[in-house]
Every structure is written in C-alpha cells, then in structure tokens.
C-alpha cells in the first residue's frame, strides 16, 4: 500500500472557491503536502502493520534506554533534579549517534506533557555563568538540537 494522497473535489467547492477568490488548487495542495508529511512522520515513527514495517518506538533494533536512578531513588523524572534529567536525555541522544555509528544525530526530542513540562522549567544550576535556563534550552545548546516538543507534534 503506497503512501499516497487523492485529491478530489466537487463542483461545489470549485465555484466556492471561484466565488470567493481563493485559490483552490494551492490550498489543497498545501493540505495534501502537510498530510502527506504527517503520514510518513507517523509511519517512521510508529511504523506500519499492513505493511510489516515497525516504526522506532516499537522497533526491536533501536536499544530501549532505562533512565539513571535519582539521588533519591528510583528512575522517575518525578524524583530527578534538573541535572539528572539533563543528564538521561544526553545519554538517550548519545546512544543513538553511538549506536548507529553516528549516522542518525537527532535533532529534535520529543515526549509526552508531563515529561516536557518538567524540561521548560527555569533551573539555575545548568549554566556556568549561573544565569537562569530550561532543561530544554540546555538540551537544545549541548546537542545542537532544533526542537524539544511535545510528541503529539509528530502525528
């Protein structure tokens, strides 16, 4: 099954579109490029069943990473300070460049809320100069990264 759009309309939408000056044809183009982009995200992503294709969050050949236990015991971000969530999502980033021989170099980390909440509060502990920062600022400086997102952004 191919990774496709059809693009239909009826003649309604066509003198709609006519009538109100909007340019149907670059509209839906636009439409069918963003599905189409959020399609092959989602795929490589969560893979596709039909099509006996894991995605990388059910692949069993990426390397599943515990994270580090807390001073305060546990793995749970809950339990973590700023340094030691910091410090699980370096030593997530770095296994896949190491694991894949540094052909993969993640750009962008996402994760659910509650995680990413955690990340975007203010910590004064992760920079030298004492200034004030997020996880994810930090994050986003040490591994050259576009983007620290909430991975509802992926679907």
């Known amino acids: 099954k191919p990774l496709?759009?059809?693009?239909?309309?009826?003649?309604?939408?066509?003198?709609?579109?006519?009538?109100?000056?909007?340019?149907?044809?670059?509209?839906?183009?636009?439409?069918?490029k963003m599905g189409q982009a959020i399609l092959v995200n989602k795929t490589a992503a969560f893979g596709r069943d039909d099509l006996g294709l894991p995605g990388f969050v059910n692949s069993d050949s990426i390397t599943v990473s515990t994270?580090?236990?807390?001073?305060?015991?546990?793995t749970y971000w809950a339990n973590a300070t700023a340094a030691e969530i910091a410090g699980d999502v370096?030593?997530?980033?770095?296994?896949?460049?190491?694991?894949?021989?540094?052909?993969?170099?993640?750009?962008?980390?996402?994760?659910?809320?509650?995680?990413l909440d955690l990340l975007y509060e203010e910590v004064p502990a992760l920079n030298q100069d004492g200034a004030l920062t997020t996880i994810a600022?930090?994050?986003?400086?040490?591994?050259?990264?576009t983007g620290v997102q909430h991975r509802a952004a992926l679907r």
């Open 4 to 32: 496709g759009n059809v693009i239909s309309v009826t003649i309604d939408q066509i003198e709609t579109a006519a009538y109100a000056g909007q340019p149907l044809e670059a509209d839906l183009g636009e439409a069918a």
């Open 67 to 74: 994270a580090s236990t807390k001073a305060a015991g546990g």
């Open 90 to 115: 370096l030593d997530l980033v770095r296994g896949i460049k190491n694991d894949s021989r540094r052909i993969y170099k993640p750009t962008v980390v996402t994760m659910p809320e509650r995680y």
């Open 137 to 145: 600022e930090y994050l986003q400086k040490a591994l050259n990264l």
